[in-house]
């Protein structure tokens, strides 16, 4: 067990302690933030919003820009998701869990694409396409801009958005170095599957409480 922790914080040699610090309170708040979204819990915005704030720091201060911009989206997507989960649709329910429509899934489509040209752009403008991760970088971002626009919008599918681009993302942190992000992916992987799980109960469901 030893060796286990000497191999984790052996990562951060040299890391100001104030970034390690802010990148565990990080993981905490993103933690809770994807397991109020499982329960339907209106508190999966603020945690989000304060989680992905710091995280949007850290990526800055590593230099992972299309990660910076995934969280950098968060925040706001984080505003606009606690918005639209307020809405009612009479005196005492809210929006309710649904599929995709067709034209929601043409829109999915297009931000991907649309979030994979805008990243390119700038990581080739940043000269980032100097490693093979940044390759990686760029799917990720696209798969969670997607995964982050159909959960503002109460829809089933984007945990099979948060599925897939947290399997991709936890080798991709473990080999940048960022072991305790690395970890917090591998627990979003299973939370997200419990996530889809619990929300396919409760499809088409208005609730009359947003806090669980």
Not at 53 to 71: K, P, R, S
Not at 112 to 117: D, H, K, M, P
Not at 158 to 178: F, H, S
């Amino acid at each position: 067990m030893n060796l286990i922790f000497d191999w984790i914080f052996s990562q951060y040699d040299g890391i100001p302690t104030h970034i390690v610090v802010l990148e565990l309170i990080s993981v905490v708040f993103a933690l809770l933030s994807v397991w109020y979204s499982k329960r339907e819990n209106i508190l999966v915005y603020p945690t989000g919003i304060v989680g992905t704030g710091i995280a949007a720091y850290i990526l800055l201060y590593w230099g992972l820009l299309g990660d910076m911009l995934i969280n950098a989206y968060y925040f706001v997507m984080s505003i606009v998701g606690w918005y639209m989960w307020t809405r009612k649709v009479d005196d005492t329910h809210f929006v309710p869990i649904t599929r995709t429509t067709y034209k929601e899934k043409t829109w999915s489509v297009l931000l991907f694409v649309g979030t994979l040209v805008f990243v390119s752009i700038i990581y080739f403008l940043a000269d980032r396409f100097n490693v093979w991760t940044a390759y990686v970088d760029t799917v990720t971002t696209a798969i969670f801009f997607v995964g982050m626009w159909l959960m503002a919008k109460k829809k089933l599918e984007n945990w099979i958005y948060w599925i897939v681009g947290d399997v991709i993302t936890v080798p991709l942190y473990a080999y940048k170095g960022l072991i305790f992000s690395a970890l917090l992916y591998f627990l979003l992987t299973i939370i997200a599957i419990y996530g889809y799980k619990a929300w396919k109960k409760n499809l088409g469901k208005s609730p009359q409480t947003l806090l669980k």
